[in-house]
Protein backbone atom coordinates (compact mmCIF):
# COMPACT_ATOMS: atom_id res chain seq x y z
CA UNK A 1 0.00 0.00 0.00
CA UNK A 2 1.71 3.58 -0.69
CA UNK A 3 1.67 5.85 2.05
CA UNK A 4 -0.59 8.52 2.14
CA UNK A 5 0.29 12.39 1.73
CA UNK A 6 -0.92 14.92 3.92
CA UNK A 7 -1.60 18.76 3.38
CA UNK A 8 -1.36 21.40 6.16
CA UNK A 9 -3.75 23.70 4.39
CA UNK A 10 -4.92 26.96 4.33
CA UNK A 11 -7.11 27.33 1.32
CA UNK A 12 -6.33 31.34 1.81
CA UNK A 13 -3.16 30.89 1.10
CA UNK A 14 -2.04 30.67 -2.49
CA UNK A 15 1.16 28.52 -2.28
CA UNK A 16 -1.35 26.41 -0.32
CA UNK A 17 -3.56 25.89 -3.16
CA UNK A 18 -0.51 25.64 -5.43
CA UNK A 19 1.01 23.00 -3.65
CA UNK A 20 -2.29 20.83 -3.49
CA UNK A 21 -2.71 21.36 -7.01
CA UNK A 22 0.83 20.13 -7.95
CA UNK A 23 -0.36 17.05 -5.81
CA UNK A 24 -3.19 16.55 -7.30
CA UNK A 25 -2.10 16.81 -11.13
CA UNK A 26 0.93 14.08 -9.73
CA UNK A 27 -2.36 11.76 -8.76
CA UNK A 28 -2.08 12.28 -5.23
CA UNK A 29 -4.96 12.66 -3.37
CA UNK A 30 -3.72 14.18 0.25
CA UNK A 31 -5.49 13.90 3.35
CA UNK A 32 -6.23 17.78 3.97
CA UNK A 33 -5.55 19.20 7.56
CA UNK A 34 -6.93 22.58 7.81
CA UNK A 35 -4.68 23.80 10.57
CA UNK A 36 -6.21 26.97 11.22
CA UNK A 37 -9.13 25.16 11.84
CA UNK A 38 -8.59 22.07 13.09
CA UNK A 39 -4.94 22.76 15.17
CA UNK A 40 -2.34 20.27 15.96
CA UNK A 41 -1.48 19.83 19.54
CA UNK A 42 1.81 20.10 20.90
CA UNK A 43 2.53 16.42 20.17
CA UNK A 44 1.41 16.32 16.62
CA UNK A 45 3.20 19.34 15.90
CA UNK A 46 6.44 18.17 17.23
CA UNK A 47 6.10 14.76 14.60
CA UNK A 48 5.51 17.31 12.05
CA UNK A 49 8.78 18.85 12.71
CA UNK A 50 10.67 15.54 13.22
CA UNK A 51 9.50 14.45 9.70
CA UNK A 52 10.88 18.13 8.51
CA UNK A 53 14.24 17.93 10.50
CA UNK A 54 13.29 20.61 11.55
CA UNK A 55 12.97 22.77 15.09
CA UNK A 56 9.92 24.96 15.23
CA UNK A 57 11.67 28.35 14.88
CA UNK A 58 12.08 27.57 11.47
CA UNK A 59 8.74 26.92 10.84
CA UNK A 60 7.49 30.60 11.98
CA UNK A 61 6.09 33.12 10.09
CA UNK A 62 8.11 35.72 10.77
CA UNK A 63 5.91 38.53 8.77
CA UNK A 64 2.91 37.97 10.01
CA UNK A 65 2.09 41.03 12.66
CA UNK A 66 0.88 38.76 15.72
CA UNK A 67 4.91 38.08 15.53
CA UNK A 68 6.09 41.32 14.92
CA UNK A 69 3.68 42.62 17.67
CA UNK A 70 4.50 39.74 20.58
CA UNK A 71 6.91 37.45 19.89
CA UNK A 72 10.00 39.49 18.09
CA UNK A 73 13.36 39.80 19.17
CA UNK A 74 12.07 37.58 22.23
CA UNK A 75 13.81 34.02 22.97
CA UNK A 76 11.68 30.64 23.57
CA UNK A 77 13.13 27.20 24.32
CA UNK A 78 11.63 25.06 21.16
CA UNK A 79 8.84 23.30 23.87
CA UNK A 80 7.66 27.23 24.42
CA UNK A 81 7.99 27.89 20.41
CA UNK A 82 5.80 24.78 20.14
CA UNK A 83 3.33 26.17 22.43
CA UNK A 84 3.01 29.43 20.82
CA UNK A 85 2.42 28.05 17.32
CA UNK A 86 -0.33 25.78 19.01
CA UNK A 87 -1.74 28.83 20.41
CA UNK A 88 -1.12 31.34 17.50
CA UNK A 89 -1.33 28.71 14.41
CA UNK A 90 -1.62 31.33 11.83
CA UNK A 91 2.42 31.76 12.79
CA UNK A 92 2.63 28.12 11.24
CA UNK A 93 4.62 28.16 7.49
CA UNK A 94 2.39 26.29 5.27
CA UNK A 95 1.61 24.42 3.53
CA UNK A 96 3.86 21.45 5.34
CA UNK A 97 3.30 18.34 3.38
CA UNK A 98 4.31 15.24 4.88
CA UNK A 99 4.45 11.19 3.45
CA UNK A 100 5.35 8.38 5.63
CA UNK A 101 8.31 9.69 8.22
CA UNK A 102 9.22 12.32 5.41
CA UNK A 103 8.12 16.07 4.96
CA UNK A 104 8.64 19.37 3.31
CA UNK A 105 7.21 23.16 3.30
CA UNK A 106 5.96 23.22 0.11
CA UNK A 107 7.61 26.84 -0.42
CA UNK A 108 8.38 26.93 -3.70
CA UNK A 109 5.12 23.86 -4.03
CA UNK A 110 7.81 22.17 -6.12
CA UNK A 111 9.64 21.16 -2.84
CA UNK A 112 6.87 18.61 -3.32
CA UNK A 113 8.86 16.62 -5.51
CA UNK A 114 11.16 15.06 -3.49
CA UNK A 115 8.29 13.34 -1.90
CA UNK A 116 6.79 12.06 -5.24
Given amino acids: MAEKFEIYHNPRCSKSRQTLKLLRDNG ?8 LKD ?14 HLNSPDIIRKG ?3 YKDRFKNLDFTDD ?3 DILVENPKLIERPIVLKGNKGVIGRPPENIETLL
Fill in 28 to 35: IEPVIIEY
Fill in 39 to 52: TPTAAELKKVLAKL
Fill in 64 to 66: EQI
Fill in 80 to 82: EWV
